[in-house]
C-alpha cells in the first residue's frame, strides 16, 4: 500500500491549497479515505473523511464551510480542496486508510503554512 500527498505549501491567509493523495496497493474504491493533520506541537487530528463512493463526507468543526474532500476512484485519488485558509490551519496533513484488521496505512504527508 502506498499513499503520497502532493499539493502543500506557503500560503497567505485567506487563500486557497488543493491537496492531492494518490492510492496504490488495495482496491481504492472500496475503502474509506480520510485526511489527518497534525500542527506544530499538537496531536494529530482527524479534518475530513469520505466514505468510499464519494457520497458521505464527514469534517471536524474547526475546518466545516471551509475545506472540502473529495475523490475520484478512476483515479485511485482523494482530495482535499481548502478554502479561507487561517494560520492555525498550519500543519503536516496526511492522507489515511483503515483497511481493516489491524491495516492502517499512512503518507508521509505535506505541509501547509498559512502565513502572511
Known amino acids: 500500500v502506498q499513499l503520497v500527498e502532493s499539493g502543500g505549501g506557503l500560503v497567505q491567509p485567506g ?11 488495495f482496491t481504492f474504491s472500496s475503502y474509506t479515505m480520510s ?4 500542527a506544530p506541537g499538537k ?4 479534518v475530513a473523511v469520505i ?7 464527514n469534517y471536524a468543526d474547526s475546518v466545516k464551510g471551509r475545506l472540502t474532500i473529495s475523490r475520484d476512484n478512476s483515479k485511485n485519488t482523494v ?3 481548502m478554502n479561507s485558509l487561517k494560520p492555525e490551519d ?18 508521509k504527508g505535506t505541509l501547509v503554512t498559512v502565513s502572511s
Open 43 to 46: 496531536g494529530r487530528e482527524v
Open 15 to 25: 487563500g486557497s491549497l488543493r491537496l492531492s493523495c494518490a492510492a496504490s496497493g
Open 79 to 81: 482530495y482535499l480542496q
Open 51 to 57: 466514505n468510499s463512493a464519494g457520497g458521505r463526507t
Open 90 to 107: 498550519t500543519a503536516v496533513y496526511y492522507c489515511n486508510v483503515d483497511l481493516g484488521y489491524g491495516m492502517d496505512y499512512w503518507g
Open 35 to 38: 485526511w489527518y493533520r497534525r
